[in-house]
């Protein structure tokens, strides 16, 4: 599973099982069946931030995503 929170305006959460949706395609947060993993997952980033101050990860950025921008 991927997990992907943004912190904004009004805090959009993703939640992905990236064996069947290797695309991200679709969002399964907030479904019944996947409840417990995203809390979980939550709770993962919730701790993390806290232990690391809020300390920013750094940023990846891919070769693929990096051509998407070219023309």
Do not use: H, S
């Amino acid at each position: 599973m991927k997990c992907v929170d943004y912190y904004g305006p009004d805090d959009t959460e993703e939640l992905y099982n990236l064996e069947t949706d290797l695309n991200e395609i679709k969002n399964l947060a907030g479904e019944a069946d996947v409840c417990l993993i995203q809390k979980d997952l939550r709770t993962a980033v919730d701790q993390w931030w806290f232990d690391t101050g809020g300390k920013d990860a750094e940023f990846y950025e891919t070769e693929a995503f990096k051509a998407r921008g070219r023309k």
